[in-house]
């Protein structure tokens, strides 16, 4: 099964948005400037959906694993 797509409650947390947010996305100090939960959407607690498929298998049949903080 291949990796396809993830759902996600919220873009960071309070360590990861140092790695990925962008310059022009950040505060004067350096901080982040935008929300890290700017659609507001909530899958189980701040949790995430990953969907994965098999591209090899004629039907492509899929499957999801879901987590919950």
Do not use: K, Q
Not at 36 to 65: K, M, Q
């Amino acid at each position: 099964m291949d990796h396809l797509l993830t759902v996600a409650s919220r873009e960071c947390d309070g360590a990861s948005w140092r790695i990925w947010l962008t310059l022009e996305n950040r505060d004067e100090d350096g901080g982040p400037a935008v929300p890290v939960d700017p659609t507001g959407l909530d899958v189980g607690g701040v949790g995430s959906v990953y969907i994965f498929e098999c591209r090899a298998c004629p039907d492509r049949p899929f499957d999801h694993w879901y987590d919950s903080d």
